[in-house]
Nanobody
Framework: QVRLVESGGGLVQSGGSLTLSCAAS????????MGWYRQPPGKERELVAS??????VYSDSVKGRFTISRDYAKNTVDLQMSSLKPEDTAIYYC???????????WGQGTQVTVSS
C-alpha cells in the first residue's frame, strides 16, 4: 500500500522560505512521477511542480521561486519555496502517479500560510 508522508508546512512571513518534504513508501517508485500540488482557499487543486523523465516542471506562478528535488534512493521529493507570497497560501499535497495507469496517490496535505 502506497503511503505518502508530508512535513514542513507552517506559517511564514511574505518573502520568507519554507521547505516541504514528502517520503513515499509501499512500492517501487523508479518509474513514478512525483510532485507537489496545492489547493488555495476556495480554489481547485493545482500543480505546483513535478519531476518527470525530462526534468522538473513548474507552474508559471512559482517558476524562479520554488525548486523541486527528488531522491530516488530514499523515495523522497522536496519542495524548496523561497520569496513566498500571500497568494502561495494553500494546503500543499504530495502526489505520486504512474502515467497511463489508475495508480495515483496523495498525501494528507500540509498547510502553508504566508502572512503579508
Amino acid at each position: 500500500q502506497v503511503r505518502l508522508v508530508e512535513s514542513g508546512g507552517g506559517l511564514v512571513q511574505s518573502g520568507g522560505s519554507l521547505t516541504l518534504s514528502c517520503a513515499a513508501s509501499g512500492s517501487t517508485f523508479e518509474f513514478a512521477v512525483m510532485g507537489w500540488y496545492r489547493q488555495p482557499p476556495g480554489k481547485e487543486r493545482e500543480l505546483v511542480a513535478s519531476v518527470v523523465s525530462g526534468g522538473p516542471v513548474y507552474s508559471d506562478s512559482v517558476k524562479g521561486r520554488f525548486t523541486i528535488s527528488r531522491d530516488y534512493a530514499k523515495n523522497t521529493v522536496d519542495l524548496q519555496m523561497s520569496s513566498l507570497k500571500p497568494e502561495d497560501t494553500a494546503i500543499y499535497y504530495c502526489n505520486v502517479q504512474w502515467i497511463g495507469t489508475p495508480h495515483d496517490y496523495w498525501g494528507q496535505g500540509t498547510q502553508v500560510t504566508v502572512s503579508s
